[in-house]
């Protein structure tokens, strides 16, 4: 059964806007260079960022997919595996994360490694490994400081420890 997971999107304008930019000078190729009409340069133009980008998605960003759709299911614990190697190859590979409007065509203002730390912190907390989660959640909010999706878990983390001690 598919759960609802907390998502926050937040989008990069500049990285729309790159998109945009790329998108456009591709249709002016189809147009000028190509000598296709309006529609057709269009439609191609578009065909192809389509295509480009479930290619890219499915080589640079495949673990991680994997890993939230085994999350959607309620299978943290084989969840963990698929979001630890996505964290690892953009670790690995920080500059397609840092161009990855261009590469993977994401306009998240999120980096991949960032959203990979996210969702080992949430799955650990699904899985009730509390201090690996406010680990993680920890160390996003060093790395990210605007991270508002971990500011919160770590505030309802706090919030749920001092009402426990308090209750004692």
């Known amino acids: 059964m598919a759960r609802k997971l907390p998502v926050v999107r937040v989008i990069s304008w500049p990285a729309v806007l790159l998109q945009l930019v790329f998108f456009a000078m ?3 190729f189809a147009y000028w260079v190509l000598r296709l009409s309006f529609w057709p340069a269009y439609l191609g133009s578009a ?23 085994l999350m959607r ?9 698929p979001l630890q190697r996505s964290l690892s190859f953009f ?11 261009l590469v993977i065509g994401s306009a998240s ?7 990979a730390l996210c969702n080992l912190a949430y799955t650990h907390g699904q899985l009730g490994n509390g201090a690996e989660s406010r680990r993680l ?12 999706l971990a500011r919160g878990a770590l505030n309802l ?11 004692s």
């Open 26 to 28: 591709l249709f002016a």
């Open 47 to 69: 065909a192809a960022i389509l295509i480009l980008l479930v290619i890219r998605r499915r080589i640079f960003a495949h673990d991680q997919h994997v890993g939230l759709k």
């Open 73 to 81: 299911t309620g299978r943290f614990a084989e969840a963990v595996e």
């Open 91 to 101: 670790e690995e590979h920080p500059s397609i994360d840092r161009y990855r409007a």
């Open 109 to 115: 203002r999120m980096s991949f490694r960032e959203l």
């Open 137 to 148: 959640y920890e160390q996003v909010v060093r790395e990210y400081p605007d991270n508002v």
């Open 157 to 167: 983390m706090n919030a749920a420890s001092s009402a426990s001690t308090t209750s």
